[in-house]
């Protein structure tokens, strides 16, 4: 069995090494999976940005001082069970390490929904620990789920979130590192009301202005460099690049005009740096687990859920007009495409998925 390890002091590097942790016999109540298929995408690399802020090192743990094992999103099957309510040949899908093997130790809550119990996750948010029982469908909808179904998510919540706020009183909301698939997937859902009291403003690099103007949720489309371009009105600031320089141009350029700021994810991972005497609001991270956690207790279970799939698929119903979907076969092909993504060289168009 082999996994990825990544170098948390430089999240750039990425190697495949054996998992000798694999072969230990299951203890009762484990269950031990064999993953199939997993996405890779620039969230993964905020995963790495963020490990030890957010905790996410801590979900597969690698037992190596200063390497880490990154989650990634995708399908795997129960290919041996020591656990009464999850029988060998379940198929799952949920938060899964960039490896060909994880043991959970499944609490089964729902009908086909699967809670890892394992003590080193105990305390970690529960939409990462929740696994759910996947029927067989065809290999482009599974790769299509695990791409855009979590960060689709993320992209509802942020929605969700901005219209719980009342859009923070903004008459424009401008998305940072628009030509990300979380990036995109906000500026889509912020399109969709018939009357809506705000502007769409999308932030992105001179090589995916087309990109980011072609896909028409947009009502206008800056470069990084034309920030003075922005109406100074009041607006809201939701930054998925996490570009310093670039945060500090363009609160200096709104000042009081920005009603709110929101840190989300950290595409430009490299020219990250914490905010320091910015004029305008202090930046605020948005944890999308939390708004799931506020939801859930004003509505009660299941229903921000039955929101997000439904939002999820709304989008992802016409992927075929903005999405290619590149797979590779086998986990060696991982740390040069892990390389690719943390140089930014894979296109806004491209969704990669290792089948392993």
Known sequence: ?????????????????????????????????????????????????????????????????????????????????????????TR???YLPLAQELVIRPTQT?????VDRSAHRDGLALVYNTYVAVKASSEHDEHLHSLL???????YLLYDWLADNDWFGAAQIIIGSASSK?????????????????RIVGLTGAANRDFVAGLGACDQVLGYDEIDQLAQVPSVYVDMAGNAAVKA??????ADHLRH????????????????????PKPKFFFAPAQIA?????????????QITAAWKRIAADAENWLDVVAHDGLDHAPALWADLAAGRISPREGHILRL
């Open 149 to 155: 179904q979590p960060l689709l998510a993320t992209s």
């Open 92 to 94: 799952l899908y949920g």
């Open 294 to 306: 506020k939801r859930r207790d004003e509505w009660g279970p299941g229903v921000i859920e039955g």
């Open 182 to 198: 979380t990036g995109l997937g906000l500026c889509k859902f912020l399109a969709e009301p018939q009357a809506r009291p705000y």
């Open 261 to 280: 700021s929101a840190a989300v994810g950290t595409s430009h991972w490299d020219k990250f740096a914490p905010p320091q005497d910015l004029p305008g």
């Open 1 to 89: 069995m082999q996994r990825i390890l990544v170098d948390q002091n430089d999240i750039a590097t990425a190697v495949l090494a054996e998992d000798t942790a694999a072969a230990a016999p299951l203890a009762d109540g484990e269950v031990r999976l064999s993953i199939q298929s997993v996405a890779l995408t620039v969230n993964n690399l905020t995963y790495a940005a963020t490990g030890f802020v957010l905790d996410y090192w801590k979900f597969f743990p690698s037992g190596i001082e200063g390497q880490g094992i990154v989650p990634v999103w995708g399908t795997a099957t129960v290919v041996e069970s020591r656990a009464a309510d999850l029988p060998e040949g």
């Open 110 to 114: 729902a009908p086909g929904i699967y």
């Open 249 to 254: 141009r363009l609160h200096g350029h709104l």
